[in-house]
């Protein structure tokens, strides 16, 4: 069974990639199903990291062919966003930057999970994940400016 | 000892230095402390010539502290508890095939359906007509009635497999019997026997003292009988006799109508059936007209009971000259000549005269085909 902080992520992680309420909730429905369907996710934290980003990872890139060019959008319906929060460079930064830099950033700077979870879920090397995750960083950084107006 | 490892400890060496390149590449685990001391120092002061590399450090410290802050991003708790009730497909048909939470109205249409379905299929399914058949069959199995005789131990005998076999005691006629029984001697009792279709061999028999053969048993024949007449005015002659046949009950039984105007021969045809009861009026009747000469024949043709048929024949008669010459070479001879070539008998069963062969003939041609 998933527990409420994998639920969360598994919600967040659709929410940020897509940016767009009906497609990330169709697409984390998705995840629990199938992640029900397995039933086998191990007991070690590191493991059940490693197989929600596989999971997570898999399903986005189905769903990400169905969306509709552009963005709707987010409602505070079923979000409690931060106060005072601008969406504007992350929605920038979806556009401009690679979206193997822009998910790796969502998944260690968001989910915070660690490079060893994501390099596992990934299946990639460390140093992979960490060089995806500076370039995704610089790109956002030059994006938001020098002044973090969060 | 203490000169040899100070001789293997390792000597300082000069300060890594690195590339543009390499710096911008190890900027994020500069960020993020994670180079070793060597890295580290290069790294360092590698920014301290160039200043430039300090804002990508800036650029990184604000993206860092931007998903910082966005990751305090929170979902609802109502969102929260729909993921968790959220089903796979078959954990919904499940839920759905559970009929014991349905309505009851609805229960109770879903198993009278289901029941008049079954109901349906079973009627459609089971094969009826081989369950026809078998009792059919049945009904039409013969049962053997075997009788003993109190004097004469009962004999097993081995009968052929028959069917519609049917042996009548002593009597003349088999009516109908199978080509394999034809030679076959059967014994016959006091009793009409009757004979079982598929078994043959639990049969068991009395053997009378007297056993009867029954041979071959012929296909019925019917009777033909040919009238030849010859008579005066045999035109006249011959549309009486239309009428009485008529008369009598006669009607035409081939295809040409009574009293068929032939030539070579010159004459008048008659094929017609009438009633066995006026056969003697009828006989009579010509007679009348001229000597009539009658053959019984059998033929093929079979004719209900109580109807005959009869083929008359009527010529004109010949000028007495020359039965007066016949007569007087009859007297000096003086040998006695059979009669029956001017008399007419109602019962001949064969030819009396000579037969005139060809009007035969003619008439025998007509009769096959009709």
């Known amino acids: 069974m998933l527990t409420d902080k994998e639920l969360e992520k598994i919600s967040l992680f659709y929410y940020f990639a897509f940016l767009e309420e009906k497609k990330a909730q169709q697409a984390a429905i998705k995840t ?3 992640m029900q369907v397995l039933r086998t996710l191990s007991e070690d934290t590191e493991s059940r990291n490693a197989s929600l980003i596989k999971i997570t990872l898999d399903i986005f890139t189905k769903e990400k062919i169905r969306q509709k060019s552009g963005i709707v959008g987010l409602t505070s319906e079923f979000l409690n966003l931060p106060p005072n929060s601008n969406w504007g460079p992350w929605f920038e930064f979806k556009k401009a930057s690679n ?6 950033v969502i ?9 060893q979870s994501i390099a596992r879920g990934l299946d990639l090397p460390m140093g992979t994940v960490r060089y995806r995750t500076g370039r995704g960083l610089k790109l956002l950084g030059s994006i938001h400016g020098p002044v973090a107006n969060v | 000892m203490s000169d040899a490892t100070s001789e293997h400890e390792r000597l300082p060496r000069r300060p890594r230095i690195i590339s543009r390149f390499i710096c911008q590449e190890l900027l994020f685990d500069y960020y993020c402390d994670r180079l070793d001391e060597e890295r580290k120092s290069a790294v360092q002061t590698y ?4 200043p430039e590399i300090q804002d990508e450090i800036e650029q990184i410290k604000t993206a860092t502290d931007y998903c910082q802050k966005l990751s305090l991003t929170r979902v609802t708790p109502n ?3 729909q993921l968790k009730e959220a089903k796979t497909l078959p954990q919904k048909v499940r839920q759905n095939l559970n009929w014991r939470k349905w309505p009851e109205s609805l229960r109770w249409t879903f198993e009278a359906l289901t029941v008049s379905v ?7 399914a089971t094969p009826w007509q081989k369950l026809e058949v078998l009792q059919i069959l049945q009904q039409k199995s013969y049962e053997i009635f075997v009788s003993k005789n109190k004097t004469d131990p009962a004999e097993k005998i081995d009968l052929p497999k028959v069917v519609d076999a049917k042996v009548e005691t002593n009597e003349v006629a088999i009516e109908t019997v199978k080509e394999e029984e034809k030679n076959k001697i059967i014994d016959s009792s006091q009793k009409t026997l009757v004979v079982a279709a598929d078994k043959p061999e639990a049969v068991k028999l009395v053997k009378p003292s007297k056993p009867v053969e029954v041979a071959l048993v012929k296909k019925p024949m019917g009777r033909l009988y040919r009238f030849m007449m010859a008579a005066k005015n045999s035109e006249s002659v011959s549309t009486k006799t239309i009428e009485k046949i008529r008369q009598l009950g006669g009607a035409k039984a081939g295809q040409v109508d009574l009293g068929w105007k032939k030539k070579n021969p010159d004459g008048y045809y008659f094929h017609f059936e009438m009633p066995k009861a006026n056969y003697n009026e009828l006989v009579k009747t010509l007679g009348g007209y001229g000597p009539v000469r009658i053959y019984d024949n059998p033929h093929e043709r079979v004719m209900p009971e109580g109807q005959i048929r009869i083929i008359l024949w009527i010529e004109e008669k010949a000028p007495e000259v020359r039965q007066n010459i016949k007569v007087e070479s009859a007297i000096e001879n003086s040998t006695p000549q059979p009669k029956g070539d001017s008399e007419s008998d109602a019962n001949t069963e064969n030819s009396e005269t000579l037969t005139p062969s060809s009007i035969s003939d003619e008439a025998t041609k007509e009769a096959p085909a009709e």
């Open chain 1, 32 to 34: 629990v199903r199938q």
């Open chain 1, 99 to 104: 979206e193997r830099e822009f998910l790796t």
């Open chain 1, 107 to 115: 998944y260690s700077q968001i989910l915070g999970f660690s490079d």
């Open chain 2, 47 to 50: 920014i301290k010539s160039h």
């Open chain 2, 79 to 81: 969102y929260l508890s």
């Open chain 2, 118 to 124: 079954l109901i349906a299929v079973i009627a459609i």
